[in-house]
């Protein structure tokens, strides 16, 4: 028996699942906000603050993982995230006001970034680098899966057994998958990887130049602006201004998330792949072009009739959520493996500093103002500029030594290595 084996497909597993259970945990509160809305009466603005207040957290927190990453063990801070957010997930049974609320949230928040900053540098090293959009594509399909769980998760127990009690239910696994990392053996960085280090790769003044990183990294804020105030809002949008209960608002969002979410990632992931092999550009036009078609079906989603509107929520969802492994892909692909932890970091701040930690306390707050369909109507601006960087984005793509035949499990890193292990014998 070999210990010294990395066992991708276990690790992969394993850091999905817990990823799963991390956008489980945030979208349980969207869930269940009507209720602890009625029970701490404040307004609509104050909860997308207890949003914005997560991501604030999450994103502060990330450049101190960036580096810690770079430098120790992926693995241990991975662990010890994961346990921070699962407890802060029991203090739920303490929350009885909206301070307390807002620091279990932060908490939560600080817990979070050490896995989203550190997971996706972990996986991509255990892979060869011609498959990197379908691996990221498994990995993130628990953005939308865990996200339908956890509206399915709040909305059934939630009005049942009150707001508290799908918190207690999601805490538990976290922690049981945060010990089983500690068995994962970590691997070498940059051991996938084709393209040397240059310094606009490998060091923070050329990350600051790099417009591969730059194009990548706003064209997801804009997205992420989007996806954070639909997530936020839509189930109280279908319950509130399309006339459904809660309970079947969450029901149906969830469902439509889930099914979007599989079928996306996993089909924007392998068309990314498939388009590699032909142009170096690939991760950012698969992304451009599902953001545009998106734009036109979310206006039709939130304007529209409501005879298509489920209809229209369940495409602008497929064609939002398409481009979240090419896009990730075309990220981590934007630097080398030394400084890889670090560039997701910054990403993290820009991301959210641009998108989901303003964009859930702007709808509310035009909501209480106006109406909630007209603060969602800030979506589709937002997946059209988006698309539109993204596409610009086609220019600096990096051109990645891909092999023609992905298929013959051997990665372009790996052919390299022993291409120099080979001159270095002859020498």
């Given at each position: 028996?070999?210990?010294?084996?990395?066992?991708?497909?276990?690790?992969?597993?394993?850091?999905?699942?817990?990823?799963?259970l991390?956008?489980?945990?945030?979208?349980?509160?969207?869930?269940?906000?009507?209720?602890?809305?009625?029970?701490?009466?404040?307004?609509?603005s104050?909860?997308?603050?207890?949003?914005?207040?997560?991501?604030?957290?999450?994103?502060?927190?990330?450049?101190?993982?960036?580096?810690?990453?770079?430098?120790?063990?992926?693995?241990?801070?991975?662990?010890?995230?994961?346990?921070?957010?699962?407890?802060?997930?029991?203090?739920?049974?303490?929350?009885?006001?909206?301070?307390?609320?807002?620091?279990?949230?932060?908490?939560?928040?600080?817990?979070?970034?050490?896995?989203?900053?550190?997971?996706?540098?972990?996986?991509?090293?255990?892979?060869?680098?011609?498959?990197?959009?379908?691996?990221?594509?498994?990995?993130?399909?628990?953005?939308?899966?865990?996200?339908?769980?956890?509206?399915?998760?709040?909305?059934?127990?939630?009005?049942?057994y009150?707001?508290?009690?799908?918190?207690?239910?999601?805490?538990?696994?976290?922690?049981?998958?945060?010990?089983?990392?500690?068995?994962?053996?970590?691997?070498?960085?940059?051991?996938?990887?084709?393209?040397?280090?240059?310094?606009?790769?490998?060091?923070?003044?050329?990350?600051?130049?790099?417009?591969?990183?730059?194009?990548?990294?706003?064209?997801?804020?804009?997205?992420?602006?989007?996806?954070?105030?639909?997530?936020?809002?839509?189930p109280?949008?279908?319950s509130?201004?399309?006339?459904?209960?809660?309970?079947?608002?969450?029901?149906?969002?969830?469902?439509?998330?889930?099914?979007?979410?599989i079928?996306?990632?996993?089909?924007?992931?392998?068309?990314?792949?498939?388009?590699?092999?032909?142009?170096h550009?690939?991760?950012?036009?698969?992304?451009?072009?599902?953001?545009?078609?998106?734009?036109?079906?979310?206006?039709?989603?939130?304007?529209?009739?409501?005879?298509?509107?489920?209809?229209?929520?369940?495409?602008?969802?497929?064609?939002?959520?398409?481009?979240?492994?090419p896009?990730?892909?075309?990220?981590?692909?934007?630097?080398?493996?030394?400084?890889?932890?670090?560039?997701?970091?910054?990403?993290?701040?820009?991301?959210?500093?641009?998108?989901?930690?303003?964009?859930?306390?702007?709808?509310?707050?035009?909501?209480?103002?106006?109406?909630?369909?007209?603060?969602?109507?800030?979506?589709?601006?937002?997946?059209?500029?988006?698309?539109?960087?993204?596409?610009?984005?086609?220019?600096?793509?990096?051109?990645?030594?891909?092999?023609?035949d992905?298929?013959?499990?051997?990665?372009?890193?790996?052919?390299?290595?022993?291409?120099n292990?080979?001159?270095?014998?002859?020498q």
């Amino acid at each position: 028996m070999n210990n010294n084996k990395l066992h991708p497909w276990t690790a992969l597993i394993l850091l999905t699942a817990l990823n799963l259970l991390n956008y489980v945990d945030r979208s349980i509160l969207f869930a269940v906000q009507p209720l602890i809305q009625a029970e701490l009466h404040r307004s609509k603005s104050d909860f997308g603050f207890v949003t914005s207040a997560f991501f604030f957290a999450y994103m502060l927190a990330a450049p101190f993982m960036g580096p810690l990453a770079d430098r120790y063990s992926r693995k241990n801070i991975i662990v010890i995230g994961a346990i921070i957010w699962s407890a802060a997930t029991l203090l739920t049974a303490v929350t009885t006001n909206f301070t307390t609320l807002l620091i279990r949230h932060t908490i939560i928040g600080v817990g979070e970034a050490s896995f989203v900053t550190i997971a996706p540098t972990f996986v991509v090293d255990l892979f060869p680098e011609e498959k990197r959009g379908r691996v990221l594509g498994f990995f993130y399909l628990a953005i939308p899966v865990g996200t339908a769980l956890g509206y399915i998760l709040g909305g059934q127990l939630g009005p049942m057994y009150g707001w508290r009690t799908p918190f207690y239910v999601a805490a538990a696994p976290g922690l049981l998958l945060a010990l089983s990392i500690l068995f994962l053996r970590e691997p070498e960085r940059g051991r996938q990887d084709s393209l040397k280090e240059t310094p606009d790769r490998a060091t923070l003044t050329g990350l600051a130049k790099n417009p591969a990183f730059w194009t990548a990294t706003l064209g997801m804020a804009a997205m992420v602006f989007a996806q954070g105030a639909l997530a936020v809002w839509m189930p109280t949008f279908l319950s509130q201004e399309r006339g459904m209960s809660l309970q079947r608002a969450n029901l149906v969002f969830g469902l439509v998330m889930a099914g979007d979410g599989i079928f996306a990632a996993l089909l924007g992931g392998w068309c990314g792949d498939m388009l590699l092999r032909r142009l170096h550009s690939a991760y950012y036009i698969v992304s451009g072009i599902s953001l545009a078609l998106g734009v036109p079906v979310m206006i039709v989603a939130l304007r529209g009739p409501r005879a298509v509107m489920i209809s229209a929520i369940a495409l602008g969802g497929f064609l939002l959520l398409f481009n979240t492994a090419p896009l990730n892909a075309a990220l981590i692909n934007s630097v080398g493996a030394h400084i890889r932890a670090t560039a997701i970091a910054a990403n993290i701040f820009i991301i959210h500093l641009l998108g989901d930690a303003s964009s859930p306390w702007i709808v509310g707050k035009i909501a209480d103002r106006s109406s909630l369909t007209t603060g969602l109507m800030t979506t589709p601006l937002a997946i059209a500029i988006s698309a539109a960087i993204c596409l610009l984005g086609m220019r600096y793509a990096p051109r990645l030594r891909v092999s023609a035949d992905s298929g013959n499990g051997v990665s372009a890193g790996e052919d390299a290595r022993a291409s120099n292990a080979g001159a270095s014998n002859q020498q």
